[in-house]
């Protein structure tokens, strides 16, 4: 048995369609919700956000990022023998989005769930691959961060609905002698549930309770900052390295002042700073990959490179992923 795991391929897919935050601001003003793309680009750096169209679902978005990272990696999707779906915005209350994308993959028998851990969804799911591969218990999996935010947001809260956007990524990770994954780290604290969260569900029939995202904007700022520089030197400590090895910081892209303030405390110069916000906006589960895989295609992450992986997000969750790319 191999003793690590590597990312062999990375992948991801944005919806074509852009809504910069000038048009998100018209199309907000005529429903009478008041925004700029002043108050937005100052607040968070967020100029634009992608949005899928009505009939494309997480599946959809998934499937094209994993087979885009299935190529980077050489790898024939018959030979994948786990799939990880981390979404908070799945196709259905069940079968699993992992089980949809795997059918659309026309792949059949290898083992497939969702993470559920919103924001911190895809390190979550690549730490479960992580230890799944490192156990035995699979030799290559696809891991997929996919989500379609826009359908859980209420349009007519400023506060919320500027933030996000829909995207997918993807990544192959295989058994190898050598590392890749060198540590993980995942926490989370439930006593902070309520302040970034969509507390509806189904029942009888009908949406029960709250269908839209709510949050407390000022009360996960707070947070953030703290458990992910919490994280990042548990990971570093774990792998007996420092911030000093570090060479790409891939923080979850929520905002821009919550990412360089995590740099700053991990004494990172801003060029190491990996950032997407501003085009994707917070894209949840998918955050990561796509911004990894961005980073990847555009030549800046290497082969050898040192990456830290950072995700936050409701629940409360939050957590890291160092590893040798
Ligand atoms: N356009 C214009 N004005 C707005 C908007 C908007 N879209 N949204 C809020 N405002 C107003 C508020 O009403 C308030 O007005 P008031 O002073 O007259 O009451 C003012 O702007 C300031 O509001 P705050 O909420 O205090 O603004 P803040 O500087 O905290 O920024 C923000 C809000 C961007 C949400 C910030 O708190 C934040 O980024 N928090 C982190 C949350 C986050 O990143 N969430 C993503 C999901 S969680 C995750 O992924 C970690």
């Not at 935050?21 to 634009?48: F, H, K, M, P």
């Not at 060479?247 to 405390?265: E, F, G, Y």
Request: with cysteine; charged share 20%; aromatic share 4%.
């Amino acid at each position: 048995m191999k003793g690590y795991s590597r990312i062999t391929g990375t992948g991801s897919c944005l919806p074509p369609h852009r809504v910069s935050n000038e048009a998100l601001a018209a199309q907000l003003a005529r429903d009478g919700v008041e925004t700029s793309d002043a108050w937005i680009v100052e607040r968070t750096g967020i100029r634009a956000r992608h949005f899928a169209a009505a009939e494309v679902v997480s599946s959809d978005l998934a499937l094209v990022a994993a087979r885009a990272a299935l190529e980077a990696a050489d790898c024939d999707a018959a030979s994948i023998d786990l799939i990880i779906v981390a979404t908070s915005t799945p196709d259905m209350i069940f079968p699993s989005t992992a089980c949809i994308v795997q059918n659309k993959l026309g792949v059949h028998g290898c083992a497939a769930f969702d993470v559920q851990a919103v924001c911190s969804g895809f390190v979550y799911a690549l730490t479960v691959a992580d230890s799944m591969i490192r156990t035995g218990a699979a030799s290559k999996a696809l891991v997929i961060g996919s989500e379609v935010f826009s359908r859980i947001l209420d349009f007519k809260d400023r506060t919320t609905c500027v933030l996000f956007g829909d995207g997918a990524g993807a990544v192959v990770l295989e058994a190898s002698d050598r590392p890749g994954i060198l540590a993980t780290e995942l926490r989370a604290d439930g006593r902070h549930a309520n302040i970034l969260c969509t507390p509806g569900t189904v029942a009888a029939g009908k949406v029960l309770g709250h269908p839209w995202l709510r949050m407390d904007g000022p009360a996960v700022f707070k947070l953030a900052v703290t458990v992910l520089e919490d994280a990042a030197r548990s990971v570093l400590a774990k792998a007996d390295r420092t911030e000093a090895d570090i060479d790409w910081l891939i923080p979850h892209q929520a905002n821009i002042r919550i990412m360089q303030s995590t740099a700053r405390k991990l004494k990172l110069a801003p060029e190491r700073l990996i950032v997407t916000v501003d085009e994707h906006g917070n894209t949840s589960a998918a955050s990561i990959p796509l911004a990894l895989d961005e980073s990847v295609r555009s030549g800046k992450v290497k082969p050898g490179d040192t990456v830290l992986l950072e995700g936050v997000g409701g629940g409360f969750t939050w957590g890291a992923v160092l590893l040798d790319f």
